[in-house]
């Protein structure tokens, strides 16, 4: 008899297109009774020995197998079946907490009123249910052993996900009470990140629960038993567990307690298959709306690149201040700014400066380290004079300001640096080292301990030559200073530029070209350099084979050298 139950219970993971909405599940559950064991076995034998003589079984065979003793209920997505414990309570308004709590209630007075209702054992808890974040883990793993004949200790992340709620239900209890527990931990331990780790993704739960109470005594909750659990992402993925019979023996079910009564469970699936024509129609559908997204996009981004006019340099920076270390003290942040030089410009809305946030240190090796993973963007322009200008002059220039706030609100200058805008297009990863004003005395160091406060620069240009300055030579004679930490940097460099071309001075060098060569018109013009070309191509050849083969040889083997 062992071998008539289906003893894998693991879960299956489907893929559809169609709406969940659309599932339906037939459930049947079916106690296994010692007469209609015994009955079942005899039958098996009857029909494998049938040349013996037949044999009536109609004695054996139980009439009364029907009735509390099997149910069979097909089960829609969400579709919500009270128990008999949920009928008795939701049929008390005092006990309803929630509006939906009195939705049942309104519900349930309507089914007795009418027939009442068309199920008996099985029930479903649905997404909204209470019941179904607050089912505990040892009730799930109680359930899956019932149904598994090899128990297996649950592992560590499921029993963290047992306790995962869905991002989008109210923080609320069973009693509709609010925890007093944190939100966030500003300050997290190795084990609480441990334990708060998990996946967390967003999924549509529905249980299909069993009443395995004895006849008569139904709506006991230490009967109740989790039959089937089917969970869906809203993308298509479908979780059902355990998987559909296909063809295949039913699942065993075992319950506890003195009684140690067995249940069948089969499960199959019997949404509505859909049409040839229906299918064709939504596999059309679904193309047109591919087509049409496909062609929204593009008019958005158009056909061409967006070209900057001619003789314009685009520059276009994704930046990234990634961290700083080796400052004196904690809770850093950084100013920021850029500088254009001449015939640089930017956007009326672009941003020139910034500041980050605060950021706590953490020691990594010997050095302490902030990091700050701060994003910031720029867009600039060059625009160019001169159409013999080959290369850029001066680049854009980031300066920024390293510094410190504790809980006292003491602020302290903990070094300036700056940050030359790559002339390469492509991925830089910069670390620009950084200093600080010094004032030598005691009683500057003691302020700088007990109050905050330090020398800084009035004009932040100074950390480098800046670019207004006219003289030959900058001098800090006298200015003391100390080498602090260094910040690093993620910079995305693009440049997008068109070839500088000007009308005019084309149109010169055109007209110079038809002076030089006797004022003809342009069609003999292109003629006249045709037949130029064609007559310095064969003196080439002529003079290529006039000379000897050894010198040829000689010469190519030599740029080939100079070449590697």
């Given at each position: 008899?062992?071998?008539?139950?289906?003893?894998?219970?693991?879960?299956a993971?489907?893929?559809s297109?169609?709406?969940?909405?659309?599932?339906?599940?037939?459930?049947?559950?079916?106690?296994?009774?010692?007469?209609?064991?015994?009955s079942?076995?005899?039958?098996?034998?009857?029909?494998?020995?049938?040349?013996?003589?037949?044999?009536?079984?109609?004695t054996?065979?139980?009439?009364?197998?029907?009735?509390?003793?099997?149910?069979?209920?097909?089960?829609?997505?969400?579709e919500?079946?009270?128990?008999?414990?949920?009928?008795?309570?939701?049929?008390?308004?005092?006990?309803?907490?929630?509006?939906?709590?009195?939705q049942?209630?309104?519900?349930?007075?309507?089914?007795n009123?009418?027939?009442?209702?068309?199920?008996?054992?099985?029930?479903?808890?649905?997404?909204?249910?209470?019941?179904?974040?607050?089912?505990?883990?040892?009730?799930?793993?109680?359930s899956t052993?019932?149904?598994?004949?090899?128990?297996?200790?649950?592992?560590?992340?499921a029993?963290?996900?047992?306790s995962?709620?869905?991002?989008?239900?109210?923080?609320?209890?069973?009693?509709?009470?609010?925890?007093?527990?944190?939100?966030?931990?500003?300050?997290?331990?190795?084990?609480?990140?441990?334990?708060?780790?998990?996946?967390?993704t967003?999924?549509?739960?529905?249980?299909?629960?069993?009443?395995?109470?004895?006849?008569?005594?139904?709506?006991?909750?230490?009967?109740?038993?989790?039959?089937?659990?089917?969970?869906?992402?809203?993308?298509?993925?479908?979780?059902?567990?355990?998987d559909?019979?296909?063809?295949?023996?039913?699942?065993?079910?075992?319950?506890?307690?003195?009684?140690?009564?067995?249940?069948?469970?089969?499960?199959?699936?019997?949404?509505?298959?859909?049409?040839?024509?229906?299918?064709?129609?939504?596999?059309?559908?679904?193309k047109?709306?591919?087509?049409?997204?496909?062609?929204?996009l593009?008019?958005?981004?158009?056909?061409?690149?967006?070209?900057?006019?001619?003789?314009?340099?685009?520059?276009?920076m994704?930046?990234?201040?990634?961290?700083?270390?080796?400052?004196?003290?904690?809770?850093?942040?950084?100013?920021?700014?850029?500088?254009?030089?001449?015939n640089?410009?930017?956007?009326?809305?672009?941003?020139?400066?910034?500041?980050?946030?605060?950021?706590?240190?953490?020691?990594?090796?010997?050095?302490?380290?902030?990091?700050?993973?701060?994003?910031?963007?720029?867009?600039?322009?060059?625009?160019?004079?001169?159409?013999?200008?080959?290369?850029?002059?001066?680049?854009?220039?980031?300066?920024?300001?390293?510094?410190?706030?504790?809980?006292?609100?003491?602020?302290?200058t903990?070094?300036?640096?700056?940050?030359?805008?790559?002339?390469?297009?492509?991925?830089?990863?910069?670390?620009c080292?950084?200093?600080?004003?010094?004032?030598?005395?005691?009683?500057?160091?003691?302020?700088?301990?007990?109050?905050?406060?330090?020398?800084?620069l009035?004009?932040?240009?100074?950390?480098?030559?800046?670019?207004?300055?006219?003289?030959?030579?900058?001098?800090?004679?006298?200015?003391?200073?100390e080498?602090?930490?260094?910040?690093?940097?993620?910079?995305?460099?693009?440049?997008?530029?068109?070839?500088?071309?000007?009308?005019?001075?084309?149109?010169?060098?055109?007209?110079?070209?038809?002076?030089?060569?006797?004022?003809?018109?342009q069609?003999?013009?292109?003629?006249?350099?045709?037949?130029?070309?064609?007559?310095?191509?064969?003196?080439?050849?002529?003079?290529?084979?006039?000379?000897?083969?050894?010198?040829?040889?000689?010469?190519?083997?030599?740029?080939?050298?100079?070449?590697?």
């Amino acid at each position: 008899m062992a071998d008539c139950w289906n003893t894998d219970t693991g879960e299956a993971v489907f893929r559809s297109r169609d709406a969940v909405k659309n599932l339906r599940i037939k459930v049947r559950i079916e106690r296994v009774t010692s007469t209609a064991a015994l009955s079942q076995h005899l039958q098996q034998q009857v029909l494998s020995q049938q040349d013996r003589g037949a044999i009536e079984l109609e004695t054996l065979t139980s009439q009364g197998h029907t009735g509390d003793n099997e149910e069979e209920l097909v089960v829609g997505w969400q579709e919500k079946l009270f128990s008999q414990y949920e009928m008795e309570m939701f049929q008390n308004e005092a006990a309803c907490q929630t509006p939906l709590d009195r939705q049942y209630h309104t519900e349930v007075k309507a089914l007795n009123k009418a027939k009442g209702r068309r199920n008996r054992r099985i029930f479903t808890y649905t997404d909204h249910d209470r019941y179904t974040n607050c089912l505990p883990l040892h009730q799930l793993q109680q359930s899956t052993d019932l149904l598994t004949t090899t128990k297996s200790s649950p592992t560590f992340l499921a029993e963290r996900m047992a306790s995962v709620r869905h991002r989008r239900q109210e923080r609320r209890t069973i009693d509709s009470s609010i925890p007093k527990s944190k939100i966030i931990n500003f300050e997290p331990t190795e084990e609480f990140v441990k334990n708060s780790h998990v996946v967390n993704t967003t999924m549509q739960t529905m249980h299909i629960m069993g009443d395995l109470s004895p006849p008569g005594r139904l709506g006991q909750n230490e009967n109740e038993c989790l039959l089937v659990t089917i969970k869906t992402d809203g993308n298509g993925t479908v979780v059902v567990k355990p998987d559909f019979n296909k063809g295949k023996e039913p699942y065993r079910i075992v319950t506890e307690g003195e009684r140690r009564e067995v249940w069948r469970l089969s499960l199959e699936n019997v949404s509505t298959a859909m049409k040839p024509e229906e299918m064709e129609k939504e596999q059309n559908m679904y193309k047109d709306l591919y087509v049409r997204h496909k062609d929204y996009l593009n008019s958005l981004v158009g056909q061409d690149f967006e070209m900057p006019p001619a003789g314009i340099l685009r520059y276009v920076m994704n930046g990234e201040i990634v961290s700083a270390k080796g400052f004196e003290y904690d809770n850093l942040y950084i100013h920021f700014f850029m500088e254009l030089p001449n015939n640089w410009s930017s956007l009326p809305f672009q941003a020139l400066s910034g500041v980050t946030q605060t950021c706590r240190t953490k020691t990594v090796g010997k050095e302490n380290v902030a990091f700050f993973s701060f994003p910031f963007s720029f867009e600039a322009f060059y625009m160019c004079e001169k159409e013999s200008e080959d290369s850029i002059p001066q680049w854009p220039v980031l300066y920024f300001k390293v510094l410190s706030l504790d809980s006292w609100q003491r602020y302290r200058t903990e070094g300036y640096g700056y940050l030359l805008f790559p002339a390469m297009p492509g991925k830089h990863t910069v670390t620009c080292h950084t200093w600080r004003p010094l004032q030598t005395g005691t009683v500057s160091a003691l302020r700088r301990f007990f109050i905050g406060g330090s020398p800084e620069l009035e004009d932040h240009s100074y950390v480098r030559i800046p670019g207004t300055f006219k003289g030959e030579r900058l001098s800090r004679f006298g200015f003391c200073t100390e080498t602090t930490g260094s910040v690093t940097f993620n910079l995305h460099c693009i440049q997008q530029a068109r070839a500088f071309v000007d009308a005019t001075m084309l149109k010169k060098r055109r007209q110079k070209v038809f002076d030089q060569l006797g004022g003809f018109s342009q069609q003999g013009a292109v003629c006249t350099i045709l037949e130029a070309f064609q007559r310095a191509r064969r003196k080439m050849q002529e003079a290529r084979e006039s000379h000897p083969r050894d010198l040829i040889n000689a010469t190519s083997q030599l740029q080939i050298e100079s070449s590697a």
